[in-house]
Every structure is written in structure tokens, then in C-alpha cells.
């Protein structure tokens, strides 16, 4: 008797034990879900914040027709280090090079682009595509529509990206 009721306490301990390892890593993915999706609202939230100083005329011309360096500077890079708190900011041509680099509080080397170009390039690519198809659909873009965001992780640590194109506020420049 004494073997049978030890064996069924300790099949009732592993059962808990099961279940416990269970309910762990169920309540550790939903945590996860949660986490993730707070990133992903906040990297969603931080792309759209570009969208005021993108979707400029001013920024057009002076960006994209003539390149003005102190301008990109200081609207871009300055800007949105000063006031959105963006860690780097990174300025591309047509072709997805970079024309400014700014990391804190002051601009810094074309090469620091190097290290996350991978994932930027394909956040810009997945950008300009859906550009065009809102553009070949006839739908205009708005701030909230000019931006995409996505979490990266790189060298172990998690990067919140978004982009935004640079795009005139008229059809009349």
C-alpha cells in the first residue's frame, strides 16, 4: 500500500510539475506577444512621427531636387534627434545610400549605416513598394500611410526602424 500511495503522490507532483512548465510557457509566450506588440506600436508610432518633416515641399526641393546638406542637418538629423529622441538618424538617395548620418546628438560617418544597411534596405524596398501600388491604385499617401516600421534584433540587441519617404505635401511644387 504504502508503494502505491508514494507512486500516486508522485504522480500527482509530476502531473503539478507538468502542468506548471506548461502554464510557464504559456504565460512566457503571451508576455512575449505583449512586449512584441508594444514595440511594434511604439516603432509604428516613432515612423509616423517623420511623416510631418517628409511630406514637405520644402523638403523636396531642398532634399531631393538640390541637395542642401545644412538643411538635411538640421531637419532631419538635429531634428529628429533633438525632439523625437532618435538614437541615429540615416538620410538615403534614390538608390538606398546613405547622404547623412547622424547618431545622437551630432552627425557622424556615412559608414555607421554599414551595420544595420541589411534591414534598412528592406524596410525601403517594402516602402517604395508600397508607394507605388498606392500610387498606381490612385490612393494619395498621408503621414499615416508614408511610414513603416519594423523591430530588428542585430548583434543582440533590438532595433526599432521606421522609414518614411520624402514626398512633396502638393502636386504643385
Not at 500516486?8 to 503571451?30: F, N, P, Q, Y
Not at 506588440?37 to 518633416?53: F, V, Y
Not at 548583434?155 to 502638393?170: K, T
Request: hydrophobic share 40%.
Amino acid at each position: 500500500m504504502t508503494i502505491v500511495v508514494v507512486g500516486a503522490v508522485c504522480a500527482l507532483i509530476g502531473s503539478l510539475w507538468i502542468w506548471a512548465a506548461e502554464i510557464d510557457k504559456s504565460s512566457r509566450e503571451r508576455e512575449e506577444n505583449y512586449v512584441r506588440s508594444g514595440l511594434m506600436h511604439l516603432a509604428e508610432t516613432q515612423a509616423r512621427l517623420m511623416a510631418p518633416m517628409t511630406i514637405w515641399n520644402e523638403a523636396v526641393n531642398r532634399t531631393v531636387v538640390k541637395f542642401d546638406h545644412q538643411f538635411v542637418a538640421d531637419n532631419y538629423g538635429s531634428y529628429f534627434s533633438e525632439y523625437l529622441n532618435y538614437e541615429q538618424t540615416f538620410v538615403l538617395d534614390g538608390l538606398n545610400r546613405p547622404v547623412l548620418a547622424w547618431e545622437g546628438k551630432q552627425e557622424t560617418s556615412l559608414s555607421a549605416y554599414n551595420r544595420l544597411s541589411g534591414e534598412i534596405t528592406r524596410l525601403s524596398k517594402d516602402l517604395r513598394e508600397r508607394h507605388y501600388v498606392y500610387t498606381a491604385s490612385g490612393i494619395g499617401f498621408t503621414s499615416k500611410t508614408n511610414a513603416i516600421a519594423r523591430l530588428t534584433v542585430l548583434d543582440g540587441h533590438v532595433y526599432l526602424l521606421g522609414a518614411s519617404l520624402i514626398l512633396p505635401d502638393s502636386t504643385r511644387q
